[in-house]
């Protein structure tokens, strides 16, 4: 009896063994066919750390960086808070939301994206419309600076109410402002290709277009003036479209100059005493 029972315990003790055997095996052929799970790659971004409303500067404070998973990261989405700090913000972006190129104004963008980033603070834009004699025969190039001449016909009354004979009288009115944009700030459409054009880098007249496209002629110019200087020319505009004449003549200053003129109006008696004209005589009604 001794001798079947330690046969039984060795059997099993075989059995054991094999069967600890076997399940090691199976253990490591199953490890060796499932691979390891490769790492993540990611990328740093910039991201909002906070909401930053439409047309605000984004600062420091208003950015952050984050780890984003490669295949997650937008198109020309933004790696360097630097590059982006102090740009003005064109859409609204919201906190943890990554930040895009197209979504701020960069230096290239921001005067045809934004206008208004254009325009110091204490100035003001304002469009006057021109043609080849008032807007200097298309020689304005955005950056110039003009003078404008100004021409009324000046009344005057007495004591009585009685109206003067209306007088021509022109002047300098306001000096050394900058020309800041020609034409419409609408993008320009593209016409046919001239080989005169497409062999020139030179802005073109008419919105200021460059690529050898077809212009028209400029009408209208963007002046940076001072909000007094506005009303100005508001004036001269009015009496423009009220006589039906040109009231006032843009003309161009050297380049860095920055001189102011002092001047004498003209009317017909600075011109008769000046250059002598003849006076005629005076006709006696009987």
């Known amino acids: 009896m001794r001798r079947s029972s330690g046969r039984i315990l060795v059997l099993l003790g075989i059995i054991l063994a094999i069967g600890s055997f076997v399940g090691v095996m ?7 066919q499932t691979p390891a799970e490769a790492p993540v790659v990611t990328r740093r971004v910039v991201v909002a750390a906070r909401d930053i409303p439409a047309y605000t500067k984004l600062t420091s404070d208003s950015l952050t960086t984050k780890e984003v998973p490669l295949d997650l990261v937008p198109p020309m989405a933004v790696t360097n808070v630097y590059s982006v700090t102090d740009h003005i913000a064109l859409t609204n972006i919201y906190a943890d939301q990554v930040i895009m ?19 110091p603070p204490g100035m003001v834009a304002m469009t006057i419309p021109v043609n080849e004699v008032t807007g200097v025969a298309e020689a304005l190039r955005e950056g110039d600076h003009v003078d404008v001449i100004v021409s009324l016909n000046v009344l005057d009354w007495d004591a009585q109410g009685n109206e003067s004979k209306p007088e021509y009288s022109a002047q300098f009115t306001i000096q050394d402002v900058e020309i800041v944009h020609l034409g419409s700030w609408a993008p320009p459409v593209p016409d046919e290709t001239t080989s005169q054009g497409a062999s020139s880098s030179v802005l073109g007249a008419g919105g200021g277009r460059t690529g050898g496209t077809v212009c028209e002629p400029l009408s209208i110019v963007t002046l940076l003036v001072e909000p007094q200087d506005a009303l100005v020319l508001k004036y001269a505009l009015d009496t423009k479209v009220k006589e039906g004449r040109d009231a006032y003549t843009l003309v161009l200053r050297a380049k860095d100059s920055d001189e102011r003129y002092t001047t004498e109006a003209v009317n017909q008696e600075y011109m008769v005493q000046r250059f002598n004209f003849a006076r005629p005589p005076f006709i006696i009604i009987k």
């Open 26 to 32: 199976s253990l490591m052929r199953h490890t060796q």
């Open 101 to 119: 190129e197209t979504m701020i104004a960069t230096a290239d963008s921001d005067d045809s994206l934004l206008p208004s980033l254009s325009v």
